[in-house]
C-alpha cells in the first residue's frame, strides 16, 4: 500500500497557516526538509538538526538582512538590534549589554519580579475570571521590563503610550510584508521616547542599566553617538530589548497557561510536585516556541537534503517546527512536564543564543507560584486568541480563564 502525501504550502504570512501551523511544520519535517517558497523566495528549514546545525553556523548562516522575514529590519530595527549584526560588531555590542543580563544579576531581581507578580495578580483574584493574557501574560514583562532596565515605572509620564505602542509596533496585516502606519507610527514615537530617555541619563545618569548602557565604551570609543537619532547603535539596542523582553514573555507566560488548562494531569503534577515549576517552563518553549522562526542569509553555496541554496540564499530557522521534531522528541505534540533534561531551540543557540532567557525564564516560574495556588482547578472560559503580529510570533492576546473562589466558609473545619 502506498500513502500519497498532498503537497502543502509553508506561507508564514497568510491567516490560513497562523491559525494552526503544526500540521503544517510536520509536512514540511517529512516531505520538504529544506522547503523553497517560490512566493517570498526564501528557503526554510525545519528539522531539529538542520535548523541547529545552521544557528550555530553563524559565518555561513549570516544575520545582517535581519532575523525578521518582513520589513521589520528595513523600518523598525535599525542599526544595533543585535540579532540583526554579524561579527565583529555583534560580539562588540553583545559585551556591553550581557553583564546585565547574567543569572546571577536576574536572579537578583526576583523580589522585584515577585511584587509585579503579585500587584498583578491581587487585581483578579477575588473576580472567578480572568483574561489571563491582558492582566498577567502581557503586563508583568512589560512592568519587569522597565523595573530591570530602569525606565520609569507605570505610573511616571509617558509610560500610558509606551504600553500602548508595544502592541503597534507588531501591527501587520496577513499576506503583506510591509509595516502598517500604526506600526510605523509607533515606531518613530518610541524611538523618540528612547532618544529622549537616553539623552536625560546622559545628563542625569542613575544606577540603572540605561545609564551604563548611554555611557558605554567599546575600544576607547563611545557605544552612543554624540546626537542620538533613530539610526544610532544604541536605539536599535534599546529596540530588541524591549521588543524581546516583552513580546515573546508576554507569548510563553499566556502559552504555559494554557497549556497547563488544557492538560490538568500535568497541572497536578506541578501541584504535586513544585520542583517541576521550571521543566514547565521548558517545555511549554519547545511546544508552543513564542520565537517560531528566524532570517538568515547564505554566504555560500549550501546543498542539504539534495536541495541547493546559493550563495546569498535567504534561509528561515523554523524555530517552532524543529522544536516538535518527532526526530528529536518522543511524541513531540504532547505537553509533557516529566521530559527531564532535554535541548530545545526555543532561545535559539550560539552567538545569537538568547540574551534574556535567564530573565523570562524567571518571570514565567514566579508567574506560576503566585498565579497557579489562585487559580486551582481552572478552565478555559472561551476560545483563546491569537496575536495578529509578525509571522514569527506565537502569543496570545486573550486567554479567558474561569476559576473557584474561595468562599468565607471554605477555611472552616466541618
Ligand atoms: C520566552 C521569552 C523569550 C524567547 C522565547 C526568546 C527567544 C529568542 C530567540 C529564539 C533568540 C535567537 C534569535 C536568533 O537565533 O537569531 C533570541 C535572541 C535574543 N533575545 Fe530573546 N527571547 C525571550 C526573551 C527575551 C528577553 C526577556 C530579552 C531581554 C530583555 C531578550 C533579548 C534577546 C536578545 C537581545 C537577543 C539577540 C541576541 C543576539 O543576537 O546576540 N529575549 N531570543
Redo the contacts with the bound molecule.
Sequence with gaps: MTTATTAMEYDPFSAGFQADPYPVYRWMRDEAPVFHSEKWGWWALSRFDDVRAA?TDPETFL?YEG?DIDDTAKDQSGPGF????DNPR?DQ??KV?QPH?LPRRIAAKEDAIREVVRGLVAVWQGRGEVDLAQELAWPM?NE??FT??GLPSAQEEGRAQLDRWVHELKDRRPDDPSLTPVAKAATAGIQKYFIELLEDRRRHPREDVVSQLVQAEIDGMPFADEYLEPASEILG?MM???????E??A???GSLFKLLAENPDQRALLRGDPSLLPAAVEET?RHS???QL?G?TTSREVTLHGVTIPAGGRVV?V?GAANRDERQFADPDRFDVTRGRFRH?????????????P???L??KVALEEALPVLGDYTLAGPPVRYATTPNMYVWSHLSLSFQVPTANDGEAS
Design positions: 544557528a544575520s532575523i543585535l540579532p540583526d549584526i555583534h555590542i553583545r549589554v543580563f514583562p519587569v521590563f530591570v532596565l539596542l530588541v530589548l524591549f521588543l524581546g523582553g516583552v515573546s514573555t507569548g510563553l507566560t518553549i516556541s513564542p520565537l528566524v538568515r530557522l524555530y531551540l526555543g532561545f535559539g543557540e550560539g552567538r545569537h543564543g538568547c540574551l534574556g532567557a530573565l523570562a525564564r518571570e514565567a
